[in-house]
């Protein structure tokens, strides 16, 4: 399976802008990037996934580079309640399992 | 709508009992899948299923049996506990997937084993 190589951890003050990177020089053509987050004493919870273009939904954006390298999350306005452990996933289309590496712990500074 | 849901959530073994732990999902989801996270790691595949009556295994499957009689349920059964099976186990499930999206795995909140 391609990997991901995440920092260990990030700070970022509230209700400004958080950019997670992720890189997976490794990936290949079928792969598609997921984003989960793990909050405190819970299960993960998916944020976003994409596989070629910039993607948004209500909770973030996923910017993919144009040579899927890499990719990075974006939280456009951090809350105290975003200070969990984010994790960058590969994924194969079909019939896959999604393998955790230790992923990014976000500090959200009040 | 409950989702995933995993019993019991929390249990504490002697070395050598036998347990399993149970992961009910009522979203009608193919897949299934069972990990465990120990502190300060990430989480593990220990086996997963593609459907009814399918099972296979993960990344660190010893010591653990698992089953899928039916589609709504997957059992993790520890046959014979031993003290680095303590950990946080979590059940997963997600919809088939194909060449579009809904590639999303729902969790449970976390069954937490301690075995002394």
């Known amino acids: 399976d391609a990997k991901t190589t995440q920092p260990n951890s990030m700070e970022s003050n509230e209700e400004e802008p958080v950019h997670l990177p992720c890189n997976h020089s490794t990936i290949s053509g079928t792969d598609y990037i997921h984003w989960y987050r793990q909050l405190p004493s819970q299960g993960p919870e998916y944020v976003i996934h994409g596989l070629t273009s910039n993607v948004n939904n209500r909770m973030a954006s996923l910017a993919i580079a144009e040579d899927r390298k890499s990719s990075t999350l974006i939280l456009h306005r951090a809350t105290l309640r975003d200070a969990a452990v984010y994790y960058c996933?590969?994924?194969?289309?079909?019939?896959?399992?999604?393998?955790f590496g230790k992923g990014i712990t976000l500090s959200v500074r009040p | 709508n409950a989702g995933v849901t995993q019993t019991p959530k929390f249990r504490v073994l002697k070395t050598g009992q036998s347990m399993t732990l149970l992961c009910a999902q009522d979203?009608?989801?193919?897949?299934m899948y069972w990990y465990r996270q120990d502190p300060g790691m990430g989480l593990r595949l220990i086996h997963y299923?593609?459907?009814?009556?399918?099972?296979a295994k993960g990344e660190v499957p010893d010591g653990y049996n698992v089953s899928r009689l039916k589609k709504q349920n997957f059992l993790l059964g520890l046959e014979s506990a031993a003290p680095s099976q303590t950990s946080v186990y979590f059940c997963?499930?997600?919809?088939?997937?194909?060449?579009?999206?809904?590639?999303?795995?729902?969790f449970g909140e976390g069954s937490r084993l301690t075995v002394l």
């Open positions: 997963a499930s997600s919809q088939a997937t194909g060449i579009t999206t809904r590639q999303e795995l729902f």
């Open positions: 299923s593609v459907g009814e009556g399918t099972t």
């Open positions: 979203m009608n989801h193919e897949y």
């Open positions: 996933i590969l994924r194969t289309g079909a019939n896959s399992k999604l393998t």
